[in-house]
Structure formats: structure tokens, C-alpha cells
């Protein structure tokens, strides 16, 4: 990697966390959003990322982060859109609140992220979008249902940038299966999925896969999941 600009959002744990360890790892110069100051701290701390409050709820955080990576490094090669949420209910329990929720962090998010990054893109000839989705969209199974819909959207704006995007701009959509990270380990999900979970490593490597590529080579989509996820 040739020390790659990168924000992740969501980086205070579990994948964005463990992605921002492993591109450090590899030479990116960080910088880092999510909700909990204290939990970006330490992530901070341990790989020199710059680090700044952010809720993807709201645009101008978003904004902010992005200017805040162009502000110190002059430019900005790779945004992660990693932050979600998940509740795991069926339709019928009518969790308006847990659907707008996923509707604003899991959709609305990621769109605050393009309408943030897309024009630096622009202005710089190059960039890459790396929107982190789930295997949730790719088999419906009950109870999460919203979920995996606002998972799907993502997956749907990820194909359509790309067709959009010209030969500059690269866009790829990772979706992980069951990961031990809080998102599952902090849910009622049953033990079986407990015990397949594979660690948010194996999806960080995944997104560095996909980031250093040469430049001319665009990694569209990335399934990962534990081998005995059905
Ligand atoms: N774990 C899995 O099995 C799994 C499977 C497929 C896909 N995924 C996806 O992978 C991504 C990362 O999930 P994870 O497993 O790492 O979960 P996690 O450990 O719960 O981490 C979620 C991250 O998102 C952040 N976040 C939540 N709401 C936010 C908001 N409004 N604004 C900014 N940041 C917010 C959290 O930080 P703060 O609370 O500090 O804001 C945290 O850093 C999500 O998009 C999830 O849908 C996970």
C-alpha cells in the first residue's frame, strides 16, 4: 500500500476497529469516526489515526470527518462505510423506532458518506468507496428482515456508483457473515451462531484485499463468512 488516506466509520469496535488495526498495519493514515470518544481514543492511540465524534445520522458529522481527513493529509483515497445497527425482530412486533434506526444509520449513513467523499473523489480523479454490507442481503432469513433491506440498499448503490462512477472512481461492497464482534456477541443470537463466528480479522483482511489493488483494478464485491455459516 502506498500510505492510502482511509476513514472508517464505526471504527470505536468490532470491524471498523479491527479494520483500522489492520490497515495501519499496512501504512494507511487514518481517520477515524463513530459515536464513543473514548473507545476512538484508544484505537487512536494505537495506530496515529485522527479521530473525530461522529454520528453518520448526521450529515455534518460526516461532512466534518471527511474535511477532516483532507484537512491534515490533503486528501482522501478510501472511505470505509462501516458504521450499522441491527434489530432483530419480526415484522410484526412493529419496531418503527429499531426500523428508522437502520433506515438512518445503515442507509442514510452511507449516503451522507458519498455525498461527503464523491466530490473530493471528483476533484482528485480517484478515490474508492467501500461500503460494508452482510450476508443478511444475500440469504432473507426471518427476524431480520429491515435489516437486511437497508443492506441491500447499500448493495444497490454500491452497483449503481459503480456503473456511474467511470474508470477513477472504485466502489466495492463487502459482506460479511456472522463476526464476533459486539453487533453479535451483545444479542440474543443463539449459541450456535456464537460459536461460528469468526473474528472481525477475517473482514478487515478483506477490505485491504479490496483497497490495495493496483489502481486500475476495481474488487466489486467480497462475500466472507464463517465455513460452516448455511
Ligand atoms: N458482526 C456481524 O456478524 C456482521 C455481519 C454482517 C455485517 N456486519 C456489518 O458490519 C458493520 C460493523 O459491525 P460490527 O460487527 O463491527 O458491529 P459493532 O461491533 O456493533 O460495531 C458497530 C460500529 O458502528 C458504530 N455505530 C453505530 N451507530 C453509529 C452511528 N449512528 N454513527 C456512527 N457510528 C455508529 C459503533 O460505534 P459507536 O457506538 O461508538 O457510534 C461501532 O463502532 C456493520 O455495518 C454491520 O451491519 C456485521
Redesign the pocket.
Known sequence: MDDPVVVI??????????TAYELAGRGARLVL????AD??DTVAAATGAVTRV?????RE?VQALVDLAVETHGRLDVLV??????HVRPLDDLDVVGWD?MV???LR?VLHGLAAALPVFRAQSSGHVVN?????GLRIVPDQVV?AAT?NAVRTLSEGLRQEAGPNLRVTAV??????????T?SAAPQHLLDM?MP?AA?ARAIAFAIEQPSDVDVGEIVVRPTAQG
Not at 33 to 36: H, I, L, Q
Open positions: 466509520t464505526g471504527a470505536s469496535g468490532g470491524i471498523g476497529e479491527t469516526g463513530a459515536r464513543r473507545r476512538l461522529t454520528d453518520v445520522r448526521r458529522d462505510n462501516n458504521a450499522g445497527v441491527a434506526e438512518d444509520v445503515n449513513g460494508v454490507v452482510s450476508t443478511a435489516y443492506k459482506s460479511p457473515g456472522v463476526t464476533s464482534t459486539e453487533f453479535v451483545k463466528a472481525p473482514v
